[in-house]
């Protein structure tokens, strides 16, 4: 495969989330023509994508289109003529009473879906997949450190009872389908696995992540079960990795991208000394979080993308001062 000469066309699925909006900006600023994918109208004002018109260079090279998973052919018409497709969209909108199965089916068959527009197209030289740290998280070997070798296995996972299981199953059948299906068709398919992505966000709502990543700031006890050891990243380093991987002709197969690790108590001690102004110290004490019982996850390691040539430009800091900027510019907390 040849190196990007040039900033192409390229669409990606998804344009009003967390990750996707922001790989929106970034791309559009480094003079890509883009295409991005919405589940609600374009054309409809009142449906909350006027933070994506008004991006820097989105009047010139930024084009929106209507598509959904559910409707997979609907994705034709964005991708026909594109060079590079990010595919960062995932089902959403299940509920609680949803079969797994049916939620599993969903989540494949979009995808599928998507990578066949790609092929149809006649265009598309690489596809870059998001995929979810849920897929290699939980293995149950009880390995140390998880590479892009590490699969979750689903027994062990569903043995778990996590919150949301059915969606996060999916993301691991739908990465091997992706995966299959690319070597099937011959369609150059990279993914990257982002662990928990936390910074700064130009979307309206507070994304998922984030509040997970802040769960001691915003008091939400509940979630710290999930932070006993967390793997991190900053939201600026998942876009530009995702770039880097469309225009590296070496990238091949998946790639963990993953900056930071941190326990629980050191999240406590980092942000009461940061913040001292959230008063984080009042809510907690070092003692109270002995309590708290959680998962057992490995480390990760970005080695193979760190070698590629990929370097990380944030640090913790830069991950909570963004997420907690951003929250306080839109009257979050």
């Not at 594109?82 to 049916?102: I, R, S």
């Not at 059915?166 to 990257?192: C, M, N, W």
Request: charged fraction near 20%; charge should be neutral.
């Amino acid at each position: 495969m040849e190196e990007y000469s040039g900033k192409g066309v390229v669409c990606v699925t998804g344009g009003t989330g967390f990750v996707a909006s922001w790989l929106i900006m970034r791309l559009l600023e480094q003079g890509y023509t883009v295409r991005t994918t919405v589940r609600s109208n374009p054309t409809d004002g009142k449906q909350g994508i006027g933070y994506l018109r008004d991006l820097p260079g989105a009047k010139e090279r930024l084009k929106i289109f209507n598509a959904d998973l559910d409707r997979p052919d609907s994705f034709n018409e964005a991708i026909e003529g594109c060079t590079g497709v990010f595919h960062v969209a995932h089902p959403t909108g299940f509920t609680k009473e949803e079969a797994e199965e049916m939620v599993i089916k969903r989540a494949t068959e979009g995808t599928i879906g998507v990578l066949q527009a790609c092929l149809n197209s006649k265009t598309v030289k690489r596809v870059v997949y998001t995929s979810g740290i849920s897929t290699v998280l939980f293995s149950g070997n009880g390995q140390q450190v998880a590479d892009e070798s590490a699969w979750t296995d689903i027994d062990y996972f569903r043995s778990l009872n996590v919150i949301g299981n059915p969606s996060l199953i999916a993301k691991t059948y739908t990465e091997r389908a992706a995966l299959e299906f690319a070597e099937q068709h011959g369609l150059d398919l990279v993914t990257l696995i982002p662990s928990l992505v936390l910074g700064p966000f130009i979307c309206p709502k507070i994304p998922r992540s984030v509040h997970m990543g802040l769960a001691m700031v915003l008091g939400n006890r509940n979630h710290y079960r999930f932070l006993i050891k967390s793997n991190m990243v900053h939201i600026d380093d998942v876009a530009i990795a995702h770039i880097f991987l469309l225009e590296n002709s070496n990238a091949k197969g998946r790639y963990l991208c993953s900056s930071n690790e941190v326990s629980l108590n050191e999240m406590f001690e980092f942000l009461s000394a940061r913040y001292p102004d959230l008063q984080i110290p009042a809510r907690e004490s070092i003692s109270s979080l002995k309590d708290i019982e959680g998962y057992k996850i490995c480390s990760l390691s970005s080695k193979k993308l760190l070698d590629c040539g990929f370097k990380f430009k944030y640090g913790l800091g830069d991950m909570f001062d963004g997420a907690i900027q951003s929250c306080k510019e839109k009257g979050l907390f």
